[in-house]
């Protein structure tokens, strides 16, 4: 059972004969992996069930699929997945479930997709409890935090609007907890400050967004970037662990909290994907990550393509941009998403689909010391 704080009323006490027990702190259990400690294979995992996380990262730092990965966990044990997409399309999705290992049978019967495109009313939020009382999930993952606010007509910097989000979507999907259901691990995937030295520990947005994460909150840095037919490597940083069960070893000069690295492989393995999490070999660490994607020459010319689309298409939607845009849907989102972190582009939707405008001009060519451009 998920030892979490009974909601009562402001009159009346929470029971504490429970906690006077000496029950354990909560364990994560989902997203899950294990290690080996000192000769003996140890059981480790990300997230808590009924319990709010978030996943923070770069374009293309691997960090849908991290959740895909837990999601394919979770649906070959039986267990319901519900997975709300704001980014993506059905047919990405379950193509990269199906490259996972996942089979349609199970796609079909455990794994419930969402792809809203209008504002959550009250209505969606009782029906969306109700779904996961029924179906019990053990995990619901939120992808896209930013455009989730800017359907919904609020701003990921505003304190009141945090508060509002979370009543209206994260704690809807918490339930009591009983023997035989613990409640979801509920994770939602957001963007991070562009600048990787001065992001800290956190994602975008209000100081009151972060604090309604009760959970464990991740940053995903990528080493190695995954492709077709290639070895993809991201590091998992723990940035917040309000339950205190997440295991992590101090890293760098900072002694950042690292708690391990996600492989994603699709080399010689015709379109599969084997991806797995493990923890930290701190020894074997080389502390010299790649290039970060923004910053390579081929992504910043897709960046300009995008970027000149919009500015003659003021209002344009994500999808018109992928429509007449050439690359990948996924490469061509994150370039959008970068435009928008980097304030290039702002998303003007006030409740429905994007709406995305020209900010500030943008160029491909970056002048760097010495008078060199690159």
């Known amino acids: 059972m998920a030892n979490q704080a009974k909601r009562t009323s402001w009159t009346k006490p929470v029971p504490l004969t429970e906690a006077l027990k000496g029950a354990p702190p909560p364990s994560p259990t989902v997203g899950r992996w294990t290690a080996d400690v000192e000769g003996k294979t140890v059981a480790r995992a990300l997230f808590y069930p009924n319990e709010v996380h978030?996943?923070?990262?770069?374009?293309?730092?691997?960090?849908?699929?991290?959740?895909?990965?837990?999601?394919?966990?979770?649906?070959?044990?039986g267990k319901h997945v519900f997975y709300v997409d704001m980014e993506a399309n059905d047919r990405s999705i379950v193509d990269r479930l199906?490259?996972?290992g996942a089979s349609k049978v199970q796609i079909r019967r455990l794994f419930h997709y969402f792809r809203p495109d209008e504002p959550m009313t009250q209505g969606d939020q009782n029906a969306l409890r109700g779904s996961i009382k029924r179906q019990q999930p053990s995990l619901v993952v939120l992808d896209g935090v930013t455009e989730a606010y800017s359907l919904q007509g609020l701003s990921i910097n505003a304190a009141e609007d945090a508060a509002a989000w979370f009543q209206m979507f994260s704690r809807k999907c918490q339930v009591k907890p009983t023997e035989d259901?613990?409640?979801?691990?509920?994770?939602?995937?957001?963007?991070?400050?562009?600048?990787?030295?001065?992001?800290?520990?956190?994602?975008?947005?209000?100081?009151?967004?972060?604090?309604?994460?009760k959970g464990a909150m991740y940053i995903v840095e990528s080493v190695s970037q995954f492709g077709k037919g290639k070895h993809g490597r991201s590091r998992l940083f723990l940035a917040k662990d309000s339950p205190g069960g997440v295991e992590w070893v101090g890293y760098g000069k900072d002694r950042r909290r690292y708690v391990g690295d996600l492989h994603c492989d699709a080399v010689d393995l015709g379109g599969d994907v084997n991806a797995w999490i493990e923890s930290p070999n701190v020894e074997a660490v080389d502390d010299t990550p790649e290039v970060p994607l923004t910053q390579q020459p081929d992504f910043r010319l897709l960046m300009q393509k995008v970027h000149e689309y919009i500015s003659k298409n003021a209002g344009c939607s994500l999808r018109s941009i992928r429509d007449n845009t050439v690359g990948s849907a996924e490469r061509i989102a994150s370039a959008v998403e970068a435009l928008v972190s980097e304030g290039y582009v702002a998303n003007q939707s006030t409740g429905q689909r994007g709406k995305y405008v020209v900010a500030k001009d943008f160029t491909a060519l970056r002048v760097v010391p010495g008078g060199a451009k690159s």
């Open 54 to 77: 978030s996943v923070g990262g770069e374009p293309e730092s691997m960090k849908s699929w991290l959740l895909l990965l837990a999601a394919v966990q979770e649906i070959d044990q």
């Open 181 to 213: 259901y613990a409640g979801p691990a509920i994770v939602e995937l957001d963007h991070v400050v562009k600048d990787r030295d001065g992001r800290g520990n956190w994602t975008l947005g209000t100081q009151h967004k972060k604090a309604g994460i």
């Open 98 to 100: 199906r490259r996972l």
